[in-house]
Nanobody, 123 residues
């Protein structure tokens, strides 16, 4: 059974850091593209970062230089290190997976989703 489970969200002041984790089942193996998306209050879900099966990463312009996506394959955990957080980063964060060798940007290309973890950044 395939599943994803996020953790690590919370409340932090602007300029602070958080690390999100997403544990995934072992069936989601190296052939999957993995991603972090977020959905700010009242807005649509948007792509934050992706990591493809070869380890290549890609980031939304709004988080470049501040966020880092990585995965620990033996531990089957995906991470999102978030530094220099801003109030506009406030959102529900989701990890997602899709069987793609090159990570797509479109949200509907990802068919596996976690339940989400809330990140709130105060000014």
């Amino acid at each position: 059974q395939l599943h994803l489970a996020e953790s690590g969200g919370g409340s932090v002041q602007a300029g602070g850091s958080l690390r999100l984790a997403c544990e995934y089942s072992g069936d989601i193996y190296s052939g999957f593209c993995m991603a972090w998306f977020r959905q700010p209050p009242g807005k649509e879900r948007e792509r934050v970062a992706t990591i493809d099966p070869r380890g290549n990463t890609n980031y939304a312009d709004s988080v470049k230089g501040r966020f880092t996506i990585s995965k620990d394959s033996p531990k089957t955990t995906l991470y999102l290190q978030m530094n220099n957080l801003k109030p506009e980063d406030t959102a529900m964060f989701y990890c997602a997976a899709g069987r793609w060798f090159n990570c797509p940007e479109e949200i509907d290309k990802y068919n596996l989703w976690g339940q989400g973890t809330q990140v709130t950044v105060s000014s």
